[in-house]
């Protein structure tokens, strides 16, 4: 096993980075939610065919149309809390109310669906959100709970745990490492088209032209993205999926029957709260994950053998192109060391 920890000489000030940190997983979390859902239909407690309808009465408008399956695959058709402008000022930091699961819920569906149930393919955190609830109703346990329960616990994941649903969306653990985004002058010249205009992050200036987000309001993620874990521990879970330990094998197969993503990610394909990744020296199995402050990039092979995970302090902080192109050819050697083969050279870069 390797581990390397690297940071920024002006980041020191704020926490001494170390391969063992507590690290945001972002949507890698979903792949854990998506397990604890699969368990439950393993013990018949829940159908990948049932409605949402079901356990949600009256919460999700065409709810009887939407299935369990649909939401794990992102082809319910929800539109994406995230992108209602009012979560994404709390997403963004600017805003320090404490959003709760079922307000999350709720401010997805006063936004048309984005198309008629299992038609087509939308990644879309609703769908995560509606699955904690879910997953709630049907056992009378927290999802925070039922994640140590069934996953934290039996593979002794002593960082591993979901910070709660109950609005507040804090973690001041001493061991978590710290998130940074571009301040508000250098961050427009990045955003990509997807991300509203104007839309910057909140945080104490810390240099590099960066701000500090560690701090911002994490309320709005929950099931969608609000892990907490370390690369080891993501390591230690991946493994254990992969190779059969969570789910029966006919479950396992469900997770990784797979269909096309977004045009503008032909190299990834999506299962069950699972992502097949065509990497340049071959396929992987796993998620990336993305929450203010925190990228990350957690893979394993098809028998959960070996592991790589990158992860990276920033989200938009990677998207110059020289940023960017040194983070995916650390993602690519880390993937091609794990899998016996030649790293790749490097992408040419633009110089400064």
């Known amino acids: 096993m390797t581990e ?23 949507s890698n979390t979903k792949t854990m939610v998506a397990t604890v859902l699969l368990q439950l239909i393993a013990e018949h407690r829940l159908e990948l065919t049932g409605p949402v309808s079901k356990w949600l009465p009256g919460l999700v408008p065409n709810g009887g149309a939407i299935t369990v399956r649909m939401l794990l695959n992102h ?7 995230r992108d209602d402008p009012a979560v994404l000022k709390a997403f963004t930091g600017h805003d320090t109310r404490a959003w709760t699961p079922a307000e999350l819920l709720a401010a997805a569906v006063r936004h048309d669906p984005l198309f008629a149930p299992g038609t087509s393919y939308t990644y879309s955190n609703t769908n995560y959100v509606a699955l904690g609830l879910i997953a ?10 039922l994640v140590q329960e069934r996953i934290a616990k039996p593979l002794h994941l002593q960082n591993t745990y979901l910070v709660e649903g109950n609005g507040s969306g804090t973690d001041k653990s ?4 710290h998130g940074y985004e571009p301040d508000p002058t250098h961050i427009a010249a990045l955003l990509p088209p997807w991300v509203p205009a104007g839309t910057t992050f909140a945080g104490p200036a810390r240099p590099a032209n960066y701000v500090d987000t560690t701090a ?12 907490v874990s370390t690369a080891q521990d993501w390591a230690t879970f991946d493994s254990a999926l992969l190779s059969g330990k969570l789910l029966p094998p006919e479950l396992l197969n469900e997770m990784k029957t797979t269909g096309p993503e977004e045009a503008e990610v032909p190299n990834r394909r999506y299962g069950l709260g699972l992502e097949q990744v065509t990497t340049p020296c071959g396929t992987v199995w796993g998620h990336n994950g993305q929450v203010a402050g925190y990228s990350s990039e957690a893979y394993t092979d098809d028998t959960g053998t070996r592991t790589a995970s990158v992860l990276t302090a920033t989200i938009f902080g990677l998207a110059s192109p020289k940023a960017g192109g040194a983070n995916q050819d650390l993602v690519n050697a880390a993937v091609c060391t794990m899998l016996g083969k030649p790293i790749p050279a490097s992408s040419p870069t633009p110089a400064g």
């Open 75 to 81: 082809t319910s058709g929800l539109f994406n809390y």
């Open 136 to 145: 709630e109703k049907a056992t009378g346990q927290t999802m925070a709970d």
């Open 174 to 177: 001493p061991t978590l490492a």
């Open 216 to 227: 911002g309001n994490a309320s709005t993620e929950w099931a969608a993205g609000a892990m």
């Open 4 to 26: 390397i920890a690297r940071q920024a000489p002006w980041s020191t000030g704020d926490h001494t980075l170390a391969a063992t940190d507590r690290f945001r997983m972002g």
